[in-house]
């Protein structure tokens, strides 16, 4: 492999090597089954009705999963950004049609891992299954806080965690993206950041 391919795909090998130990041949075989891709901004990544194929590790750039109703409107469900994993993740396990959209915020560069390859991946080497165990028990941890967030914290509340958990995030979105991933309002949240402002200025 060439010294420029491993260096563009280190941040995926470190992201593994957080909970396993690979050896050379176990980083050739896990590298051999990505699908590396670059996207422009405002790409579908995923489309609701498609089957979920892939789970995707972001190398660059920013990601925003959404639901949209039948009326048409968004709640955004997560942001990813680099070294991060997204997927719809109960359609992606079930091989189903996706509940949720996929899109880029800004020019982003994925590797993608198609859930047949997952599969042979767990047969082959097998200490993978504990890496996406812990990818998995860790989303589900983060959904279930934050919903406890959205029963028992202000959206002002939800709103600093949100500026403590994306700092970035927020100059790369829309007012009306961060509103719908708070549940609020875009006039509401416009509130917030003008009383931010001015605490910031007393």
Not at 86 to 103: K, R
Not at 114 to 132: A, C, G, M, V
Not at 165 to 185: M, N, R
Request: hydrophobic residues 40%.
């Amino acid at each position: 492999m060439k010294l420029h391919q491993r260096m563009t795909q280190n941040l995926i090998l470190q992201n593994i090597a957080k909970h396993i130990s690979l050896d050379e041949n176990e980083i050739s075989y896990f590298l051999s089954i990505l699908k590396e891709k670059k996207y422009p901004k405002k790409s579908i990544v995923l489309k609701e009705g498609e089957i979920c194929r892939t789970i995707n590790f972001v190398q660059s750039g920013t990601l925003r999963a959404f639901y949209r109703n039948p009326a048409g409107k968004e709640s955004t469900i997560m942001f990813a950004i680099a070294d991060w994993w997204i997927t719809d993740m109960s359609c992606f396990i079930n091989q189903q049609p996706a509940m949720l959209n996929i899109e880029t915020i800004e020019e982003s560069h994925i590797y993608h891992l198609q859930k047949e390859d997952l599969d042979d991946l767990y047969l082959k080497i097998p200490k993978f299954e504990r890496f996406f165990r812990i990818i998995m028990q860790n989303a589900y941890i983060r959904e279930q806080l934050r919903v406890i967030q959205n029963l028992s914290l202000t959206a002002e509340e939800r709103y600093y965690i949100f500026l403590e958990k994306y700092p970035q995030v927020e100059k790369q979105v829309t007012q009306k993206q961060i509103a719908s991933y708070l549940g609020i309002t875009p006039e509401f949240l416009s509130m917030i950041r003008a009383n931010k402002n001015k605490q910031a200025l007393s």
